[in-house]
């Protein structure tokens, strides 16, 4: 089975995994409980704190979508120079997902009909705890459609898993994984933090992101998709192969 596939079964598996752990045995309760003060009716952290939603909210987006107008600018710009060929595979990948994993993501939010925690009876809102594949009881359907699962805002820093793609040492590759990650997982946590979203909410963010970054591998003409895996090589000689291939 092509890399791709595989790695698009492994998201799968891994979203309905998380998901169950925490929806069906109650770890999304459990831990949003002991970020909420009940006696205070106060998350951890406070979602009108202008500072914080600067470094969290505000500041993450606005770099990650200036990053994402840099990088296409020097793709257009070394078109015709056909610059660092080995690279420019990967960072068509990171580009598009950079642009299309929270496009996908924000459209998901907007069929889910999934609160926020903060918007659920048992932190003082006025909604059910409902499950994602539960319905609304009877009678206390939203007044307004929900957009809280997937995490919109995790999409963001969850798109640069798409670094590990770049052709660097099998080491650099690792680090630039765990840089997409960890930026994923402060961008979500702080929504957490705030309570926006329950964790299952992240974990599904994150395996779709990783989903969608191996379905664009997989569309993507044989040419390219070899490039990148460090199957074929452009015009330069041999080097090793990527680690999944190894694998």
Not at 90 to 119: E, G, I, R
Request: aromatic content about 12%; some cysteine.
């Amino acid at each position: 089975m092509a890399i791709p596939y595989r790695q698009m079964i492994f998201a799968s598996l891994l979203m309905v995994g998380g998901v169950w752990v925490c929806e069906v045995v109650g770890f999304d309760l459990w831990l949003q409980d002991r970020l909420f003060d009940i006696h205070s009716q106060q998350w951890l952290l406070d979602r009108h704190n202008a500072l914080l939603r600067t470094v969290f909210y505000d500041g993450p987006k606005r770099l990650l979508a200036f990053a994402a107008l840099a990088l296409l600018l020097v793709l257009i710009v070394t078109r015709r120079a056909q610059r660092w060929p080995r690279f420019r595979p990967a960072m068509w990948l990171l580009f598009w997902s950079m642009v299309l994993v929270p496009a996908v993501t924000t459209s998901l939010k907007n069929v889910t009909n999934v609160a926020c925690p903060a918007d659920l009876v048992r932190y003082e809102g006025d909604l059910p705890y409902v499950r994602v594949y539960e319905s609304y009881p009877k009678g206390q359907y939203p007044s307004s459609r929900q957009r809280c699962f997937p995490a919109g805002h995790a999409s963001g820093g969850f798109a640069l898993l798409a670094l590990f793609y770049l052709p660097l040492s099998k080491r650099r590759r690792y680090v630039l994984l765990a840089v997409g990650f960890a930026a994923g997982s402060i961008m979500g946590g702080y929504k957490m933090l705030i309570g926006h979203h329950f964790l299952s909410h992240t974990i599904a963010t994150a395996c779709l992101s990783w989903f969608l970054i191996h379905l664009m591998l997989a569309m993507g003409s044989a040419k390219w998709r070899n490039v990148i895996l460090g199957i074929e090589r452009p015009l330069e000689r041999r080097r090793e192969l990527h680690p999944l291939v190894q694998s």
